[in-house]
C-alpha cells in the first residue's frame, strides 16, 4: 500500500514538473515585445505607438473618425514625429502572463480622453472589406470578451521588424480553431478622406512601429515646456 501510494505521488510530481517544463518552453518560444528603452512590454501599463522611421514617417497612433461615419471611430496615425498620438494598453489572450510576446494573441485598446459623439469601445478591431476600396482596415469597437471565435476580429499579433525594438502588427489570430485566416501583415495606407490608415495586407513587410511608455514620454514632454 505504501509502495503504491509512493508511485502514485512520484508520478503526480512528475506531471506537475513536467506540465510546468512544457510551459515554460512554450513561453520561451515567443520574446518578449521590448520598448524604446529596452524594457518588456506589459499588460495593462499605457504605451505610445509610434513610427519607428523618424521625419518623414510621421508620428504615433491615434484615434480618429471618417467623415462621413461616426462610428465605429478608426485608427489613424498623427502625421508629426512630435505627436505621439493617444496611448494604448495591451492585455494577452494568455490571462496568466503579464508580458506582451512576440507572436502571441493580444488585444489592443486606446486609453485617453475622447469626444462623446461615439460610445462604442475603443479596443481595435479589424473591418469588414470596405465596398469602396476594397480594404480592410482597423478600427475601434472590437469586442473586450473572452478570447475566442466569437472575438477573433479583435486579436492582432506583434513581430518583430528591421531592427532591435521595431516591431510591426498582423492580423493572424490563433484564438479560434475553426477560423480560416491569410496571416496578413498590416501596413499603413491613406484612405479617400486624406488620412493615414492601418490596413491589411497580402503582399507587405509590414510597417514598423516602437513602444515608448506614456509616463515617461508625458515626463520628457513637461521637461521641454518647463524649459
Known amino acids: 500500500m505504501k509502495t503504491t501510494t509512493a ?3 512520484l508520478l503526480f510530481i512528475f506531471s506537475i514538473t513536467q506540465s510546468s517544463f512544457l510551459f515554460g518552453v512554450a513561453n520561451a518560444t515567443n520574446d518578449a515585445v521590448l520598448d524604446v528603452n529596452g524594457d518588456e512590454v506589459l499588460v495593462g501599463v499605457r504605451y505610445y505607438v509610434v513610427s519607428a522611421i523618424w521625419g518623414a514617417g510621421g508620428g504615433g497612433l491615434a484615434i480618429g473618425r471618417e467623415s462621413d461615419r461616426k462610428c465605429p471611430e478608426i ?3 498623427r502625421r508629426r514625429d512630435v ?4 496611448p494604448v494598453v495591451f492585455s ?3 490571462s496568466n502572463d503579464g508580458v506582451v510576446r512576440v507572436s502571441s494573441d493580444v488585444r489592443v485598446k486606446f486609453e485617453g480622453p475622447r469626444d462623446r459623439l461615439c460610445l462604442t469601445s475603443t479596443v481595435w478591431k479589424v ?3 470596405a465596398e469602396s476600396s476594397g480594404k480592410r482596415w482597423v478600427e475601434l469597437g472590437g469586442s473586450e470578451g473572452e478570447p475566442g471565435c466569437d472575438t477573433v476580429n479583435s486579436w492582432f499579433k506583434i513581430e518583430a521588424s528591421f531592427g532591435s525594438g521595431m516591431y510591426k502588427f498582423k492580423y493572424c489570430p490563433s484564438v479560434c480553431s475553426s477560423y480560416a485566416t491569410s496571416c496578413n501583415v498590416i501596413e499603413k495606407d491613406q484612405d479617400t478622406d486624406g488620412q493615414i490608415r492601418l490596413a ?3 503582399d507587405g513587410t ?3 512601429w516602437i513602444f515608448i511608455k506614456a509616463d515617461e514620454a508625458n515626463a520628457r514632454i513637461r521637461q521641454v515646456v518647463a524649459a
Not at 83 to 86: P, T, V
Open 200 to 202: 491589411l495586407s497580402d
Open 206 to 208: 509590414g510597417y514598423p
Open 127 to 129: 473591418q469588414d472589406k
Open 92 to 94: 494577452n489572450a494568455n
Open 75 to 77: 485608427v489613424v496615425q
Open 83 to 86: 505627436d505621439y498620438g493617444h
Open 7 to 9: 508511485s502514485l505521488f
